[in-house]
């Protein structure tokens, strides 16, 4: 019996451990306008959504916060959501820097996918992505979902792809209608590679986080009517870097995020209508941003500068990282802001 008592007792410690040092880490890098989201499983295990800007500038941030703040060695996986510069392009400069496991993509364009245009600056642009050293490359479509390594005493975590290639992952068996649909007007077609951009359901148990990296408001729309393919979420990554040519409300609404997190420049981004879409959305708690709008209208544009990471654009500012933290049981997570020491804890949702 005593033997007993003590296998329970040590069981109970060691999940109690797990749940006390398990968390999912999401680390928002500043790229300076482009995108660079670092996720860390309870298990450890590394994901990378894009890769930011050519050059050494964004690569060495994405290698110091993953190696100095995550403690990584290896990035596991990187999701190259398309083919625009401020997305894939620090990744070849990056695999100089630190292993890369596999490669999730669309599939590298032999055209130019803006308009699909014969463009030989492009093809010599992305030649580095396409020899770097990686140990393998995935083409994705809707519902692959990857392999991630589970933590003994954390709740299931899984990432699965909703859209790419202007297509989309089947709807829950059941669904209704969305009671949104045909509420927001259409927008002219956008015939760039941002309307194909992969998008991606993070989650952790109940935790639910969405990046949809730059996919445009007519495919935001599909996403989500008829039917709402992809449900409610605690997070949400604001499309776009918060420009106007996407966060269609009808989306916005539709997934009710608690917590906005927009990965935006000093000038780039913060839309006002994207804005007014944040700010009407009546399920948002909170509004986070990277970077403070510094044009002439970010008394209008902008979330309260407790909520904001980096507030100037000084070459020679110390640079810093939104970071959020989810419990290993998946039930809370903390929103980080080190400039200022703020945190913020929120509960998930049922969804």
Same mark, same amino acid.
């Given at each position: 019996m005593t033997r007993h008592f003590i296998a329970v007792a040590i069981s109970l410690w060691l999940t109690l451990t797990v749940q006390a040092d398990s968390t999912l880490d999401v680390y928002w890098v500043d790229v300076e306008g482009g995108a660079a989201t670092l996720i860390v499983t309870p298990a450890g295990e590394s994901v990378l959504i894009d890769t930011g800007n050519p050059g050494t500038r964004d690569a060495d941030r994405i290698h110091e916060v993953a190696t100095k703040q995550a403690k990584l060695k290896k990035i596991d996986h990187l999701i190259t959501t398309h083919f625009h510069g401020d997305h894939y392009g620090g990744a070849a400069t990056l695999a100089q820097l630190m292993p890369i496991g596999t490669v999730y993509d669309n599939g590298i364009p032999r055209r130019n996918p803006d308009r699909n245009r014969q463009d030989p600056?492009?093809?010599?642009?992305?030649?580095?992505?396409?020899?770097?050293?990686?140990?393998?490359?995935?083409?994705?479509?809707?519902?692959?979902?990857?392999?991630?390594?589970?933590?003994?005493?954390?709740?299931?975590?899984?990432?699965?792809?909703?859209?790419?290639?202007?297509?989309?992952?089947?709807?829950?068996?059941?669904?209704?209608?969305?009671?949104?649909?045909?509420?927001?007007?259409?927008?002219?077609?956008?015939?760039?590679?941002?309307?194909?951009?992969?998008a991606s359901l993070i989650e952790l148990g109940g935790f639910r986080f969405l990046d949809c990296a730059d996919i445009t408001w007519n495919v935001e729309a599909k996403l989500v009517e008829p039917i709402n393919r992809v449900g409610t979420v605690d997070v949400y990554q604001v499309n776009h870097h918060g420009l106007d040519v996407s966060n269609n409300p009808v989306l916005v609404k539709s997934v009710a995020p608690t917590v906005s997190i927009m990965n935006?420049?000093? !000038?780039?981004?913060?839309?006002?209508?994207?804005?007014? !879409?944040?700010?009407?959305?009546?399920?948002?708690?909170?509004?986070?941003?990277?970077?403070?709008?510094?044009?002439?209208?970010?008394?209008?544009?902008?979330?309260?500068?407790?909520?904001?990471?980096?507030?100037?654009?000084?070459?020679?500012?110390?640079?810093? !990282?939104?970071?959020?933290?989810?419990?290993?049981d998946g039930k809370s997570y903390t929103v980080f802001n080190p400039r200022n020491g703020h945190k913020r804890t929120f509960k998930t949702r049922q969804h």
């Open positions: 600056a492009f093809i010599l642009k992305i030649r580095p992505y396409r020899s770097m050293k990686v140990d393998g490359r995935v083409v994705v479509k809707p519902g692959y979902q990857l392999q991630l390594k589970q933590q003994k005493g954390a709740a299931p975590v899984k990432l699965t792809i909703v859209a790419a290639n202007q297509k989309f992952i089947e709807p829950p068996a059941g669904a209704k209608k969305n009671p949104l649909t045909g509420s927001v007007p259409a927008k002219k077609e956008d015939l760039s590679d941002n309307a194909n951009s992969v935006n420049g000093s !000038t780039k981004g913060c839309g006002p209508q994207t804005f007014a !879409t944040l700010k009407s959305t009546k399920s948002i708690q909170a509004m986070y941003q990277v970077h403070k709008n510094l044009r002439k209208d970010g008394d209008k544009n902008n979330a309260p500068e407790e909520y904001i990471a980096n507030i100037t654009d000084a070459k020679d500012r110390q640079v810093h !990282t939104l970071k959020l933290s989810v419990t290993a």
